[in-house]
T-cell receptor, first 113, second 117 residues
Framework: GQQVMQIPQYQHVQEGEDFTTYCNSSTTLSNIQWYKQRPGGHPVFLIQLVKSGEVKKQKRLTFQFGEAKKNSSLHITATQTTDVGTYFCAGRLPGAGSYQLTFGKGTKLSVIP | DSGVTQTPKHLITATGQRVTLRCSPRSGDLSVYWYQQSLDQGLQFLIQYYNGEERAKGNILERFSAQQFPDLHSELNLSSLELGDSALYFC????????????????FGPGTRLTVL
């Protein structure tokens, strides 16, 4: 079936290093959302990208949506311990499935102080 | 606090039993979504309701069912429970207004942790 793949599954970084997670879909997405889940918490919405080639920034976080709307990335500059958690991308597939979000399996980020 | 409430927070039960998980969406939200999150797994979409009607169905087992009531709260019923059903079950809600579903932001509740022994 249609899937949204996310890599890497785990990432350990030293505090201050950069971090990137990638999201890929086999089909064109209507839009993509990113969520963060802190350990023991629930997913929290970060951002939504709708347009082809869109780039959005939130402080140290940069989100990109590919030109073909099949891939996306989240880049964190100079990670901090507060960035720890699992980052999920969630794509909205066009057509009948457009009402639901298809989540990637997430990238679990650990930050070593 | 997302404004979405879920009860109970924890549930421990035995195989073969039936449980009901409850979700109250944010005030004004018409759509409710249910997700299952197993250990080291992503969020598996189960089902969505919009204003009382089933809108989308994901990988929901036949042993599971859900409904959304006139006051917009939702319940997820899990029956004939198996060990593999142990997971975190999240409810999310969104505005879900007509024409906006495609860009809806989902707000997640704190989840119900189900343990089947």
């Amino acid at each position: 079936g249609q899937q949204v793949m996310q890599i890497p599954q785990y990432q350990h970084v030293q505090e201050g290093e950069d971090f990137t997670t990638y999201c890929n879909s086999s089909t064109t997405l209507s839009n993509i959302q990113w969520y963060k889940q802190r350990p023991g918490g629930h997913p929290v919405f970060l951002i939504q990208l709708v347009k082809s080639g869109e780039v959005k920034k939130q402080k140290r976080l940069t989100f990109q949506f590919g030109e073909a709307k099949k891939n996306s990335s989240l880049h964190i500059t100079a990670t901090q311990t507060t960035d720890v958690g699992t980052y999920f991308c969630a794509g909205r597939l066009p057509g009948a499935g457009s009402y639901q979000l298809t989540f990637g399996k997430g990238t679990k980020l650990s930050v070593i102080p | 606090d997302s404004g979405v409430t879920q009860t109970p927070k924890h549930l421990i039960t035995a195989t073969g039993q039936r449980v009901t998980l409850r979700c109250s969406p944010r005030s004004g939200d018409l759509s409710v979504y249910w997700y299952q999150q197993s250990l080291d797994q992503g969020l598996q979409f189960l089902i969505q309701y919009y204003n009382g009607e089933e809108r989308a169905k994901g990988n929901i087992l036949e042993r599971f069912s859900a409904q959304q009531f006139p006051d917009l709260h939702s319940e997820l019923n899990l029956s004939s429970l198996e060990l593999g059903d142990s997971a975190l079950y999240f409810c999310a809600s969104s505005v879900g207004a007509s024409g906006r579903l495609i860009t809806d932001t989902q707000y997640f509740g704190p989840g119900t942790r189900l343990t089947v022994l």
